[in-house]
Each structure stands twice: as structure tokens, then as C-alpha cells.
């Protein structure tokens, strides 16, 4: 291929539009069916262990304890328009908090299940951002 043919080609290729998605995500999802198997004063440190696995994040509270878990799934999308590139990211979480008394018996538990509301976005073409 000669040296013009190979530049028109990549030329072609820069101005040709396009778009892309992608997903990703970080922890292990957690299970609404799995939280509501947890009950304060009755379920232990390890009850919680078992079902949600290890916890993102521990506190300790004095001889109480808190621990954290977090899943967190985003969800990108972009479109290219030759010289102009849009992407649109959208991260959506879910959050256990499960706090323990000094023998370690779950006393409070609290859940946000929000990671499967995360959708594809391109984002809007005006600079404020809500069309």
C-alpha cells in the first residue's frame, strides 16, 4: 500500500463516526434476597460473613463494630463524530452497612440496592448539560 493510500485510510478512519459501551463493575453484586435473610438480634458476625462474604470496609466502634460492603456497577457510552467525542458515564451503588454489639450480634443493618439502575447515557450536546 503506498504512503498516501495508507495516510487516507487512517484519515478516513479518525473522521469515520463511531460508538462505543462499555460496563464494569467493583465488588460482587449484593443480593436484596441475601440482606433480607439477615435479622437484627438474631443474626451473628458470622451469619453476616456467610451470606455477604467479607465486608468492604470494617469500623470499630469502641467493643462494637460496623462493617461496610459496597458493589458499585458503572455503565459508559460514547459516540464519536469525527472530531468531536461524547461519553456519558453513569455509576449507581449498592451499600450494606451492618453494625454489631460487643458478643457480635447484628443490631442494625442498612442497604441502598442501586447498582442495576445504572443506564447508558451519551451526554446532552449543550454546555449546561440539560439540553
Known amino acids: ?3 498516501f493510500a495508507s495516510l487516507a485510510l487512517l484519515a478516513a ?3 469515520a463516526p463511531g460508538c462505543f459501551f462499555n460496563r464494569s463493575h467493583l465488588n460482587r453484586p449484593l443480593s436484596p434476597v ?3 435473610k439477615l435479622e437484627p438480634g438474631q443474626s451473628t458476625a458470622d451469619d453476616v460473613a456467610r451470606v455477604l462474604g467479607a465486608p468492604t470496609d470494617v469500623v470499630q466502634l469502641g ?3 460496623a462493617w461496610r ?3 458499585t456497577r458503572e455503565k459508559t457510552a460514547g459516540l464519536w463524530l ?3 467525542m461524547l461519553i456519558g458515564a453513569e455509576s449507581q451503588q449498592d451499600r450494606v452497612w451492618a453494625f454489631f454489639d ?6 442494625h443493618l442498612g442497604a441502598t440496592l442501586d ?5 447508558y447515557a451519551v451526554p446532552p450536546l449543550s454546555p449546561g448539560g440539560d439540553g
Do not use: I, W
Open 1 to 3: 500500500m503506498s504512503r
Open 13 to 15: 478512519c479518525a473522521l
Open 34 to 36: 441475601d440482606v433480607a
Open 63 to 65: 467493643q462494637r463494630s
Open 69 to 71: 460492603y459496597d458493589h
Open 82 to 84: 469525527g472530531v468531536v
Open 102 to 107: 460487643e458478643e457480635g450480634t447484628l443490631t
Open 115 to 119: 447498582a442495576d439502575r445504572a443506564k
